[in-house]
């Protein structure tokens, strides 16, 4: 762990104590400065004073200073701190204080702060969200006369001292004002009273026993689930799934951190039991500082931060490196040959002899651009053979060709479902599928990665409230490698009589004996997947993504797709050669074999010296875990140096202390190549004394 206590040292430094007058040096001459520093490449970056840093439930350290940033830009706050109030069990809770100055008292500004802080902590990530908030109604103690002294402030609130009001930070709310004369309406006008809304708190209650193994009657309606009650993050899951289930409701992610009690969590399931709706609190927008310059944008900032972060750690950018020749097993990065292990050219169809002549023939024929949309000028005799050919590779009744697979999915998934629907997908979906949910109009929830249990509760649940249900899966996930379980969610749409699409990108040409996908994989039948998605970038070596299914879905398709119809159709060059890699694949590609029995190879001796390949066995991309960022940047810089392209794969893409390089193999890589770029990382993690990572 490169974290820790930062300790000084020097001839200029004199560590020690004066006892009577007489100086006593410490014997190891060291200085402990307080502060919390990180050490990487050479460099210490102070991350926070040790006596703040905040230790929550997750076992995460949370620095204070980044919390302040985040709220930053609070209306009507004059002073503000975050710190860590201590509670009756071991973690302390994460606190923001403020002081609003002038504006103490005011009605109308205190609301709309408190809306902001809602907003704000609604966005962070789990481990960093507020558990508590409050208004002082005092000034803040400040260190000459500038920073608020957090302990100080954590030492007021423990012991009770000072004046605050404390913000309910789910509800929206100042807890001494939140709860209204049973009978009477609260703020929102909803009157929570009667038989069934007593009944639902009962249920609630004995939920909250079942999930953390107490009597019921130990539970006040008022305990906070985490601070008084001793659960987490994890079995608050099992507490919304139960009620999901037992109410047949879905939960949205939005609204899942807006309750923590029995009384919260008996008010949301009454409100959406009676369709009743809370409104959230009308806030007035400050007045925003206008910027005529990008460079002074927020956007640019937080770009500009993460440069500059890179530049001084001595990182040298690993991306946006060109390679000026076919992607094969090797390719020619500044005017050198270098083995290239990371490329989606998993059959070598991208510059295959068929591929080209198919292209240029194109060329010939139709020039290099469709010059229009399909559906108005642009349609060509090409591409409806390449859909007809590619429908009858995946065993569908027709297929629609677009000209990019990422956005392929953001359409598709943004508009399949209308907000009668819901979209189940996969939490470590691609990008371009999260896109998708965004931009729908239906409600739209994750559920943890190949989970099964937990998708079939969601279903339960939910699927007598919507028309459509649309559950989205990927064929191989592309950081981890691991094949998703196909049959187990054919079997549960078919159950519960949803549609299944499945992003077939990483794994058609890849997973099973002739290269055909997850149908090939599992032996399939031709209708257990309603939507096949996949790209033409991959396996198949040109640049497109096409969805294939029934033919009433295509044809609604041609004429209704937003990403299809105001789009232009693909280059014809690029149809061409994806039309003749089609038909490679239909007669059986004996590439398909190669690339197996290379994937197997890699795996076995990435994992014969000590590497940790993550979930990867079968499929084409084969991660080596790193660890820290950092290193993965180092090494793969290195491995450059060395004649080995490979690239990093870091934090937000994956999660933090997992990054780790991303090596790709195809067909085409010989074993000497392969056994080449494991020996060259192997001596590199000794020289850097990288730890060589194994996760559970």
């Not at 305990?223 to 037992?246: M, N, P, Q, T």
């Amino acid at each position: 762990d490169k974290t820790g206590e930062l300790q000084i040292n020097g001839k200029a430094m004199h560590s020690g104590r004066m006892v009577d007058g007489v100086y006593i040096p410490r014997e190891d001459g060291w200085f402990s400065t307080g502060d919390i520093a990180r050490e990487e490449n050479g460099h210490f970056y102070i991350e926070g004073r040790l006596k703040d840093v905040i230790v929550g439930e997750s076992g995460e350290n949370v620095y204070p200073d980044e919390l302040e940033d985040s709220f930053s830009e609070l209306p009507y706050v004059e002073h503000m701190c975050v710190a860590g109030i201590a509670t009756k069990g071991v973690y302390d809770d994460i606190t923001l204080i403020v002081y609003m100055g002038e504006h103490t008292g005011s009605a109308e500004k205190t609301s709309e702060l408190i809306a902001e802080i809602v907003r704000i902590n609604g966005l962070l990530p789990i481990y960093k969200k507020l558990r508590r908030a409050y208004i002082s109604l005092d000034p803040l103690p400040l260190a000459n006369g500038i920073k608020v002294r957090r302990q100080k402030v954590k030492e007021m609130l423990e012991r009770g001292q000072g004046r605050f009001q404390e913000i309910d930070v789910r509800g929206g709310v100042i807890k001494d004002t939140a709860k209204p004369e049973p009978g009477q309406p609260a703020a929102n006008g909803i009157v929570y009273n009667g038989t069934e809304y007593q009944e639902i708190k009962e249920k609630v209650r004995q939920i909250f026993a079942e999930v953390l193994g107490v009597e019921p009657s130990s539970i006040k309606d008022t305990d906070h689930f985490v601070d008084d009650l001793g659960g987490d993050s994890l079995s608050s899951l099992g507490v919304f799934s139960k009620a999901e289930e037992l109410y047949g409701i879905i939960i949205p992610d939005t609204e899942y951190f807006s309750c923590a009690t029995v009384e919260d969590f008996a008010k949301l399931l009454y409100r959406k039991l009676n369709n009743l709706e809370a409104k959230a609190p009308e806030t007035r927008r400050e007045a925003v500082r206008r910027i005529t310059d990008f460079r002074l944008s927020r956007e640019y900032a937080e770009y500009a931060q993460r440069r500059l972060s890179m530049q001084d750690a001595g990182i040298k950018d690993p991306y946006f490196v060109a390679h000026d020749s076919v992607l094969s097993d090797t390719s020619i990065v500044a005017g050198r040959e270098v083995i290239n292990l990371a490329s989606y050219n998993y059959l070598g169809m991208s510059g295959h002899p068929r591929t080209v002549e198919a292209a240029k023939k194109a060329i010939d024929m139709y020039g290099t651009s469709a010059s229009g949309s399909r559906l108005i000028a642009g349609e060509k005799t090409l591409y409806r053979e390449l859909e007809k050919a590619i429908a009858q590779w995946k065993h569908t009744d027709d297929a629609l060709v677009m000209v990019g697979g990422h956005s392929t999915n953001v359409t598709f998934v943004g508009n399949f479902c209308n907000e009668h629907d819901l979209i189940l997908y996969d939490a470590l979906s691609h990008n371009s599928i999260l896109q998708g949910c965004q931009l729908s109009r239906s409600d739209t929830k994750a559920f943890p990665h190949n989970d099964i249990d937990a998708l079939e509760h969601l279903l339960k649940a939910a699927r007598d409230k919507y028309e459509k249900i649309l559950i989205v899966v990927e064929g191989v996930y592309s950081m981890d490698g691991d094949i998703a379980p196909i049959p187990d969610f054919v079997a549960l749409k078919k159950k519960y009589g949803a549609f299944l699409m499945v992003d077939e990108a990483h794994s058609s040409c890849v997973i099973g004996k002739h290269g055909g996908g997850v149908d090939d994989y599992f032996d399939l039948l031709p209708g257990d997947v309603d939507i096949k998605m996949g790209t033409l970038s991959k396996g198949l070596g040109t640049c497109g993504g096409y969805i294939a299914g029934e033919q009433s879905l295509i044809d609604y398709m041609r004429y209704s797709l937003p990403g299809f119809m105001f789009s232009v159709g693909i280059s014809p060059p690029l149809a061409a050669a994806s039309l003749e890699a089609v038909r490679m694949m239909l007669e059986g590609n004996p590439r398909v074999a190669a690339l197996h029995e290379n994937i197997k190879y890699f795996v076995e001796g990435a994992q014969r010296r000590g590497f940790d390949t993550c979930l990867a066995k079968e499929t084409a991309i084969i991660p080596i875990m790193v660890g820290e960022d950092n290193d993965a940047y180092e090494l793969s810089t290195l491995m450059l140096e060395h004649g080995v392209f490979v690239p990093p794969a870091v934090y937000p893409a994956v999660p933090r202390h997992q990054a780790r390089l991303r090596f790709c193999v195809i067909s085409e890589h010989k074993k000497e190549q392969l056994d080449y770029a494991l020996d060259t990382l192997d001596k590199l993690f000794a020289q850097k004394g990288i730890p060589k990572q194994r996760r559970e």
